[in-house]
């Protein structure tokens, strides 16, 4: 920019104009950044809710879009709730599941006389691989016949009640696994596995067993077929519950050549899956029991002794992969556990997640129906969302297992962010949230690092509705990219 040179002849008049100039010069330099790219998304009737500011150092308002507008979060809920339980419970907590009976074990025959129950300590990542180290120390603790029942207690919450249309007609149908039942007793995430393979000729039905091992944990119809080397693959599979059960039923077609893979489709009942699991365990012990597994809500005698028992992963581990995968299952049974009555529901753990939104100063208004964002009536703001994500920052013992849950970019388990600028790429650590229906939703919100080292928040919630396009993810994603790498490289 040219300087101007000022003689001793300049007016008073000259001189304002001259001054004037030089300011809306100085600013067309050093233009802030903002949300200048994500608001085009207004002029096709989205409704947007952003804030983008910095937090150590001077507090500095980076980018806003009506940040005090409550909408839809979907999944970015899921980072509320993993605030909350690392609140509540600590990184380093394990959920505990336990083999109780009220009956001795005889030292010579090993036949324990009474029932057994399973306590379900509401652990989200209980897995086949669990039950079996809880049975192997049953057996190790002798008991080698159980003269009585096996006992699924779900006392601390299940079978909840579905409060989506999803899950509602998951207990009937369903071709997904993360519409899954919850259960504080459930196993491998609600979800029946089924591994399918290519038989030895094409034109012979492809091979299917369950993923636990060669026997049978519920049934399935079998209409896979195989297909010559390099043929197109295409499997499909539902879960159908009759009158008999759940039944897994696969179709369609499997190359010869083609790697076997795993197929998962949520249960009808979490706690009987449980059931049935552990019972093909007992089986593989050698361990009978007298008489059929029953599900109950009811807590195990007070007589009862633990036989057995099996900590789960620490919570630093369940949200990272709650968060990384976006895991709904685990996300609402982590938010049932901070409900401390029986019995709890949906509608418990959002409360119980807004009462730790309340707690926190400047938080304003929220709505929280579960902890996985599948309920479409969450409601947020990005103000909000900023202030708790600050809450979390400021506390050092929990910041370091908050902040490793959520995905950068450039490394993030979900391709479809792997997009934007280096800066956004590499500077960056967010959790997003989508939902289609009834709305859409496209929602993302974490933490940034601006090239000086300085840490900042940001949220940006996109709602639409049914008179707005299509929202796909590369029309949020390529403005709000573009707009905080420019705050990151201005400060």
């Avoid at 091992?213 to 599979?237: C, F, H, K, M």
């Avoid at 249960?267 to 029991?289: H, N, V, Y």
């Avoid at 685990?330 to 938010?335: G, P, R, S, T």
């Avoid at 949230?433 to 919100?445: D, F, I, K, M």
Wanted: hydrophobic share 40%; glycine share 10%.
């Amino acid at each position: 920019m040219r300087h101007a040179v000022l003689s001793r002849a300049t007016s008073p008049g000259r001189l304002l104009l001259l001054a004037g100039a030089f300011v809306l010069a100085c600013s067309a330099g050093v233009a802030r950044a903002d949300f200048t790219r994500l608001s085009a998304l207004a002029d096709d009737g989205f409704a947007i809710s952003a804030e983008a500011r910095l937090l150590d150092g001077a507090e500095e308002t980076l980018g806003s879009i009506t940040p005090d507008r409550a909408l839809t979060p979907a999944s970015v809920t899921k980072v509320y709730m993993a605030a909350a339980a690392l609140n509540r419970f600590g990184p380093q907590y394990r959920f505990t599941t336990r083999l109780k009976s009220e009956g001795d074990v005889d030292s010579e025959s090993g036949v324990l006389n009474g029932d057994v129950w399973l306590e379900g300590g509401g652990d989200p990542g209980l897995t086949s691989e669990n039950l079996w180290r809880l049975v192997q120390r049953l057996h190790q603790a002798g008991v080698r016949r159980i003269n009585g029942e096996l006992v699924i207690s779900q006392w601390r919450f299940g079978p909840v009640a579905c409060v989506t249309t999803d899950r509602c007609e998951a207990r009937t149908r369903v071709d997904n696994a993360y519409s899954a039942p919850l259960s504080s007793a459930g196993v491998n995430f609600g979800s029946w596995c089924v591994n399918v393979a290519p038989a030895e000729a094409p034109g012979e039905p492809a091979h299917i067993t369950h993923c636990d091992g060669p026997q049978a944990l519920t049934e399935v119809d079998n209409r896979l077929t195989t297909r010559a080397d390099g043929s197109a693959t295409r499997i499909s599979a539902e879960r159908v519950t009759g009158k008999h059960g759940d039944v897994v039923r696969v179709r369609g077609q499997i190359a010869a050549d083609a790697w076997p893979r795993d197929v998962y489709r949520g249960a009808s009942d979490g706690a009987a899956q449980t059931a049935d699991t552990l019972l093909a365990m007992l089986g593989r012990f050698g361990i009978p029991l007298s008489g059929p597994p029953r599900v109950t809500t009811a807590k195990p005698p007070e007589a009862a002794e633990t036989l057995a028992a099996v900590d789960g992963k620490p919570l630093q581990e369940l949200l990272l992969r709650t968060l990384n995968y976006s895991n709904n299952y685990m996300a609402d049974v982590l938010a049932l556990n901070l409900v401390e009555t029986p019995g709890a529901e949906l509608a418990d753990a959002g409360a119980a997640l807004e009462a730790y939104a309340a707690s926190l100063p400047g938080h304003g208004e929220v709505r929280l129906a579960s902890g996985s964002g599948l309920t479409p009536e969450n409601r947020a703001t990005a103000h909000g969302i900023n202030v708790m994500l600050e809450s979390m920052y400021h506390q050092s013992a929990l910041f370091p297992s908050f902040v490793a849950a959520l995905q950068s970019p450039e490394n993030g388990v979900m391709r479809f962010i792997r997009r934007g600028p280096e800066r956004f790429q590499r500077n960056v650590m967010l959790k997003t949230g989508t939902l289609n229906e009834p709305r859409a939703v496209r929602a993302v919100a974490g933490y940034f690092r601006t090239q000086s080292g300085r840490w900042g928040v940001f949220s940006v919630l996109v709602n639409g509705d049914r008179s707005t396009p299509y929202l796909n993810w590369s029309k949020v994603l390529e403005p709000l990219s573009g707009d905080l790498a420019e705050m990151i490289a201005d400060r």
